[in-house]
């Protein structure tokens, strides 16, 4: 079974649709090849992943 973005949300926390609306209009997918580090040690990192 397929799920979208709004059911793996809702998987994590239930919000309302305008909420999720929201914030997936600020988010871009990215993808990166295996290995590839996200984050480095003893650096702030504005940024954060959802792992699907």
Same mark, same amino acid.
């Given at each position: 079974m397929d799920m979208d973005i709004y059911d793996?949300?809702?998987n994590i926390y239930? #919000?309302? $649709?305008?909420?999720?609306?929201?914030l997936l209009n600020?988010?871009?997918e990215?993808?990166?090849p295996k290995g590839f580090h #996200?984050? $480095?040690?003893n650096r702030k990192?504005?940024?954060f992943y959802l792992l699907l």
């Open positions: 793996i949300i809702d239930k #919000l309302p $649709l305008t909420s999720k609306e929201t600020e988010v871009t990215v993808t990166y #996200l984050s $480095l040690a990192n504005s940024k």
